[in-house]
């Protein structure tokens, strides 16, 4: 069992470059990856997303790579042809207006159409090489993270599935004791009705209606499949989280069929006790749903 949130760093470098990653992670339902990666490398963010999809099946993954070092000079280009049209134009024009002065390089420095400084493109093979080593550091160690949280998530989740577990059997004495008492009340009261002097129609009557109740009581108090159900669930859930990989869905999904059964056993019941019970699981459940948003 993982958790969703985390975060890591990672850094590698070459000579003067160097290249940074970091990555974080917080729960969200489906994976979302958002990457930022450095000007220049647009054409392999395909790849980047790949390699940190691969470590993760939920969450919000926010990672960000820098490249740090020197960049390659730009170079200057000069249009001379341009240059000499505007010399020549400038003279021409100081002759017909009788200027006096020379046109001389000033007049071109403020001519961006003259001299343009073109930026090189890096070489990119060693700067990406260095970003996959960065990211997978910074990878590693957001699954480092992940993992010791989610243990400590599996702790909490263990321990309060072992408490529902014992509230359930704890539900399973009441209810059985319930039922006896049904009975016990219903032979008490048949014991009474044939004690009694009177009509034998009359009684035959009245003991059919003490049947009826008595069967409607034991049916309305009945949780015994709701129970087997219930057990059911929750071995499920034991199950899952023992199991590696990306389960929280189906732990949500189990949390949640626990929830109708103890809805269920808490409507049916009678018994004050009882029901404290399926208040007290309700609470169980409640935290383990906020636990398992966590959950890969």
Not at 41 to 52: A, D, M, T, V, Y
């Amino acid at each position: 069992m993982r958790s969703m949130t985390g975060f890591g760093r990672g850094r590698a470098e070459r000579g003067d470059l160097q290249v940074q990653a970091e990555v974080r992670s917080v729960n969200q339902r489906f994976l979302e990856i958002k990457l930022n990666l450095p000007r220049g490398w647009s054409e392999q963010e395909s790849e980047f997303r790949k390699l940190i999809g691969a470590t993760a099946a939920r969450g919000r993954i926010e990672a960000v790579i820098r490249s740090v070092g020197p960049r390659p000079a730009g170079r200057l280009i000069i249009n001379e042809k341009l240059a000499h049209s505007y010399i020549e134009g400038l003279r021409a024009l100081k002759k017909r207006l009788g200027l006096s002065g020379e046109a001389g390089i000033e007049a071109l420095l403020s001519r961006p159409e003259i001299f343009q400084i073109v930026e090189q493109e890096p070489e990119l093979g060693p700067e990406l090489a260095l970003g996959r080593k960065a990211l997978a550091e910074a990878l590693k160690a957001l699954e480092a993270e992940r993992e010791r949280e989610g243990k400590s998530l599996k702790r909490d989740l263990t321990s309060r599935l072992a408490r529902i577990r014992t509230f359930a059997r704890q539900i399973g004495r009441l209810a059985e004791e319930s039922r006896r008492a049904i009975v016990e009340g219903f032979q008490k009261r048949v014991r009474e009705l044939l004690a009694r002097p009177g009509n034998d129609e009359l009684r035959l009557i009245e003991e059919k209606r003490l049947y009826e109740d008595a069967a409607l009581a034991a049916q309305r108090a009945d949780i015994s499949e709701e129970l087997a159900r219930l057990r059911a669930h929750l071995e499920a859930l034991g199950e899952l989280l023992l199991r590696e990989g990306a389960v929280g869905k189906e732990i949500e999904f189990w949390l949640q069929e626990v929830g109708r059964e103890v809805n269920t056993i808490g409507s049916k019941s009678q018994n004050p006790a009882l029901s404290r019970l399926t208040v007290a699981i309700k609470g169980e459940l409640e935290k383990m749903r906020e636990q398992v948003q966590n959950v890969e």
